[in-house]
């Protein structure tokens, strides 16, 4: 698959230590990078991460060690780790070498290419920005996102994320003709089965790559396998012209691959345990997702956040490279409040009037005003009652409310769990509504009818069903 040398380099095995592999090389050392095999059926691959000398080099393993021994044969396949790419890979299921995981034959139209790519040039770079519109009100109003930007989904666990992803895929396939490549790093087996389901039941599958690392897989394969998802989608961009929708869960995952590594290695850590090379390594990985002359590649990115606390340096170095920032709250959540995302706390670096135009900005800074006044009172209202304060504040926090409900949305993904069919808002639509409960149309509405519904027209709708009945 990797292709072996005609005049075969081979190796010794000098020591084992978990994942981390030594071989002496008497002939000529391969450069680092370079993709070992060994093991009596050449199972075990080692990827080559320093020289430590002109004879020995340092390398680590992408599968488990079991069986390997000092003095073991290794041989150096003369080309780095490969990923498999082309039309024949779309509606598969691939591991970290790029063999077929979905029960299925190996793909037959395909072709290998490195995993190690430099990122597009600054001559190729698009300097437009356009808005790339999602169907889900509270992102397209309050974090519109840049076609072939970098969006991080912040939040700790089991507040939302994967379930986003998914409802992001089936908008990406269904309104905008793209290819989606789903990377799972270091995420559970269960997940990648359901995805698949889901996926194939949303009839997706048909433009849709999925690449996993699992939890149970060595550190190595867990961190080589963002690189493999990435190298398909440049194909689709370079090759195919095609924008690509490229969903990373959980990129946390990547960086505590880097820091188990590290470890392994035996490289002093810095602060909080993490690896001194974590901003490097992640330069590495998101320089490469860009927007360039031929297509898009956009990325959202799962971000778990170790204990909610946003100031862990895996949190901060991936805020630095992406242009919004769209935080899951536990406490949004707990209320209901599906997508459970922090309207204060998420931004984008599209908010402008320069890029989003006059009207949608007033908008949205007027839902941000309005909602951090009511965060401000509910201290108030929790000491003292609702009635304690002026008529300009209740004003304020029944516009809050009903903002809040507004925002709220039935995803497709979710059917089946929430009995509430899901909807694709348009962004003139989602406007709209916001723009009408500003003026406070909807004062005399009861919250529940604002509660879960697409357009705006639903909740007249609601409440003249209600009247009549």
């Known amino acids: ?16 230590r978990g994942s981390i592999v030594d071989v002496l090389f008497e002939r000529h050392l391969p450069p680092v990078y370079t993709l070992l095999r060994a093991g009596k059926k050449s ?4 990827e080559v991460l320093t020289q430590l000398d002109a004879r020995r080099l340092r390398g680590i393993a992408l599968t488990p060690t079991e069986g390997l021994a000092r003095g073991m044969e290794v041989e150096d396949t003369g080309g780095p780790l490969k990923a498999p790419v082309g039309r024949g890979i779309l509606s598969r299921i691939f591991d970290v070498f790029g063999n077929a995981i979905d029960d299925k034959e190996q793909p037959y139209d395909i072709r290998w290419r490195s995993i190690h790519q430099a990122p597009p040039p600054l001559v190729r770079r698009s300097t437009v920005s356009e808005i790339f519109e999602t169907g889900i009100k509270v992102i397209d109003v309050l974090v519109p ?3 072939g930007s970098k969006t991080g989904l912040f939040g700790g666990a089991g507040v939302g994320k994967t379930v986003l992803l998914t409802e992001m895929i089936h908008n990406m396939v269904k309104h905008h003709q793209g290819v989606s490549i789903f990377c799972g790093i270091g995420e559970r087996s269960r997940e990648g089965e359901e995805l698949y389901r889901d996926m194939k039941a949303a009839g997706v599958l048909p433009n849709m790559v999925m690449v996993f690392g699992q939890m149970n897989e060595p550190p190595g394969a867990r961190f080589r396998v963002g690189h493999a998802a990435l ?10 012209h095609r924008d690509v929708l490229l969903l990373i869960d959980n990129i946390f995952r990547f960086i505590q691959a880097g820091s188990e590594v590290s470890g392994l290695m035996g490289q002093m850590p810095s602060r909080l345990g993490y690896q001194p090379t974590l901003g490097t390594e992640l330069s590495e990985l998101e320089e490469r997702i860009s927007n360039t002359d031929a297509g898009a590649i956009m990325s959202i990115q799962a971000v778990y956040v170790p204990a909610d606390d946003f100031t862990d340096p895996a949190a901060v170095h991936t805020f630095s490279h992406l242009s919004a920032s769209i935080v899951l709250s536990r406490k949004r959540a707990s209320e209901g409040l599906y997508p459970a995302i922090d309207p204060l706390q998420s931004n984008s670096k599209m908010s402008t009037p320069g890029i989003i135009g006059e009207r949608h900005y007033r908008i949205s800074q007027g839902i941000r005003q309005t909602l951090a006044q009511y965060a401000e009172l509910k201290d108030i209202i ?7 304060l002026s008529q300009e504040d209740r004003n304020v926090v029944t ?3 009903r903002l809040e409900r507004f925002l709220t949305q039935p995803f497709f993904t979710t059917e089946q769990f929430t009995g509430y069919k899901g909807k694709f808002v348009a962004l003139s639509d989602a406007l709209d509504g916001c723009e009408r409960i500003l003026h406070d149309e909807f004062k005399e509405y009861a919250e529940g009818d604002l509660y879960m519904i ?8 609601k409440k003249s069903s209600r009247d009549k009945s």
């Open 145 to 147: 996102l840049e076609r």
């Open 382 to 388: 929790s000491m003292l009652g609702l009635e304690q």
């Open 1 to 16: 698959m990797e292709g072996k040398n005609s005049s075969l380099n081979l190796g010794k095995v000098i020591s084992v």
């Open 43 to 46: 199972q075990i691959a080692i």
């Open 231 to 240: 190298t398909m989608a440049e194909y689709f961009r370079d090759s195919e």
């Open 399 to 401: 516009r809050a409310r």
């Open 454 to 461: 697409g357009t705006i027209d639903e909740a007249v709708a």
